[in-house]
């Protein structure tokens, strides 16, 4: 009977450890998987390599830590209102507030526009993870 119990709590306690290791891996930003939702979400209209060519939208090729609206970019009315008069840098906080949704962080900003114009218009990412993962591939760029 002891050897029950023995074996029971064993197998309790390695399953707590488990599931705790797993919670902790996930709990931490997976680059590759910001690769892949950046190449499928950002790749479309923004430029991902050294080259930092502009294409719909600015090049993402150093963003993090950049002034917003450095870059060269001719940027639209709404994004250079939100950037006026601010030392905005693209930061974890900025960067995660607009991933997140980015018609909210820029209202009438030209990348959340559903139009025949822009048909690949970017609405966010709600999953808090995947944004943490995509700002840690965004910091690879460098």
């Given amino acids: 009977m002891q050897i029950r119990h023995i074996l029971l709590y064993g197998i309790i306690g390695i399953s707590f450890l488990l599931l705790f ?7 931490q930003p997976d680059v590759e998987i910001g690769r892949r939702l950046v190449v499928n979400s950002c790749g479309v209209c923004h430029d991902l390599t050294a ?11 150093g963003v993090y830590n950049r002034h917003a609206g450095s870059s060269g970019f ?3 009315e709404a994004f250079l209102n939100k950037i006026s008069g601010s030392d905005f840098i693209w930061d ?13 962080f820029i209202p009438r900003t030209e990348m959340g526009k559903h139009d ?3 048909p690949t218009a970017f609405s966010g990412i709600e999953s808090a993870s995947n944004r943490e993962d995509v700002i840690a591939f965004l910091k690879t760029l460098r």
């Avoid at 290791?21 to 709990?27: A, I, K, L, Q």
């Avoid at 974890?92 to 909210?104: C, G, H, T």
Wanted: aromatic share 16%; glycine share 6%; charged share 20%.
């Fill in 21 to 27: 290791v797993g919670w902790w891996y996930r709990s």
């Fill in 74 to 76: 001719n940027h639209s």
């Fill in 92 to 104: 974890d906080k900025n960067l995660n507030a607009f991933i997140s949704n980015p018609s909210k």
């Fill in 116 to 118: 025949s114009k822009h």
């Fill in 51 to 61: 080259a930092q060519n502009h294409e719909r939208g600015p090049y993402l090729w």
